[in-house]
């Protein structure tokens, strides 16, 4: 073979062996990706946990609400019913998600084992292959194109050499690749360990905090029950106190007729309360209407009927007399009422205020329209500073006071 031909061949080979690299990379299989599933199936778990914490923190801030206003304890008990049930809800996601890292970490550590082995032997592979070529020289390539026989045989060595270059180049890339995929496996381990930590330290926090509103619910049900039981007694108690109030009325109306009757003269039968005074009457105190005449259902479901208005005003405001009358009776303690002056307007006509502070006036007093008969009280500290006022009129039952009162603007 003469040399332009051993020029020829020695280029030929140079070029192929040049080109293998991109031949090779378009021919190793790629690196498989981590499978998606494990992580959308934390980033979904992750996310319900987002959600599961906004929904408690929007019950936590309508229980610091609640904590600054009046409320029933009936919302109280449902929103720390809630707020469990959430955090039960957000324990149940965080073991999803412990036992999810966990598998994963798990495949990634195996993983990461198989691709170290992999390597281990690849650069052992390696090693022999750069000890072989060093052996053989840098120009055994040309020698081997030189000394063939043939052209045939030219051909035959040139693919063989070709083939070898290909197994060499991939073997190179194969060891990069898995020392970048390792690389890669070892942060991923990291970080899964690290989100591993973080959910059992979240999982201890949120079940701190179940232990806590659990306690917090048994708390408010014993406190439930013993304001339900405490109303009920007061219920009854204002019904007893109720009770009495009409008999003493009808003690006091009986005892005028039969003083009257007594002296020769009939009982009155005129009255400073007339019809022609609904909805003129000056009111007894400033103040909004605190409770209404009437039966009323309280938060807790429980049912009251009042016979006067509750009208909540400044305690020490003063009490003033809607009309003309006597004072019948000045009770300083009538259970529920608290201090108590009962008005006779003549005619079996009567005016009640109750839950006074302090009394001004002494039983068998001569009263004017407008002149002052006492102070606003706390009698009920559940309902702050107010008056209890009543009218009964022409000896009937009690009826709606603010039909009497003159119309606020």
């Not at 003469?2 to 090779?24: D, E, K, N, Q, S």
């Not at 120009?139 to 194109?145: D, P, R, W």
């Not at 180049?169 to 381990?189: H, K, N």
């Not at 360990?193 to 079940?207: C, H, L, P, T, Y």
Request: hydrophobic share 35%; net charge positive.
């Amino acid at each position: 073979m003469g040399h332009r031909a051993v020029r020829r061949a020695t280029a030929l080979f140079c070029l192929v062996v040049g080109g293998a690299a991109p031949a090779l990379a378009q021919q190793q299989p790629p690196v498989a990706p981590a499978p998606q599933s494990a992580a959308d199936r934390i980033r979904a778990q992750r996310e319900e946990l987002d959600r599961i914490r906004s929904e408690r923190a929007e019950l936590q801030r309508r229980m610091r609400e609640l904590q600054n206003t009046v409320h029933d304890l009936g919302e109280e008990r449902t929103n720390i019913e809630r707020q469990r049930e959430a955090t039960a809800r957000a324990l149940r996601s965080l073991d999803s998600q412990i036992n999810s890292l966990g598998a994963e970490e798990k495949g990634t550590s195996s993983d990461l084992v198989h691709a170290q082995d992999e390597l281990a032997v690849k650069r052992a592979l390696l090693q022999h292959r750069v000890r072989e070529i060093y052996k053989r020289g840098a120009m055994y390539s040309v020698e081997a194109f030189i000394s063939a026989q043939s052209f045939g045989e030219l051909v035959a060595r040139y693919k063989y050499l070709h083939l070898v270059a290909q197994r060499d180049r991939a073997l190179v890339l194969r060891v990069e690749t898995l020392g970048m995929l390792i690389g890669r496996q070892r942060e991923t381990l990291m970080q899964l360990k690290n989100d591993v930590e973080m959910s059992r330290q979240e999982k201890a926090d949120e079940e701190k905090r179940l232990r806590s509103l659990e306690d917090q619910r048994t708390r408010s049900l014993a406190q439930a029950q013993a304001k339900q039981k405490q109303t009920e007694e007061r219920l009854q108690q204002i019904a007893r106190d109720e009770t009495r109030l009409s008999s003493l009325i009808t003690t006091l109306e009986t005892e005028r007729r039969r003083v009257a009757g007594r002296a020769g003269n009939p009982p009155a039968s005129t009255s400073t309360l007339k019809t022609s005074d609904i909805g003129k009457l000056d009111w007894p105190v400033d103040g909004e209407i605190l409770y209404r005449f009437g039966r009323a259902i309280n938060p807790n479901n429980t049912t009251i009927r009042w016979n006067g208005v509750g009208i909540a005003a400044p305690a020490n405001s003063m009490v003033r007399a809607v009309a003309a009358g006597t004072v019948a009776e000045v009770l300083q303690s009538f259970g529920t009422y608290g201090p108590t002056v009962v008005m006779q307007h003549g005619g079996g006509s009567y005016s009640i205020y109750s839950s006074l502070g302090v009394i001004q006036v002494a039983k068998g007093a001569r009263i004017n329209k407008g002149q002052p008969i006492g102070t606003v009280g706390t009698t009920d500290p559940e309902l702050g500073p107010h008056l209890h006022f009543e009218i009964r009129p022409e000896g009937r039952q009690a009826v709606d006071p603010l039909e009497w009162l003159r119309t606020r603007k």
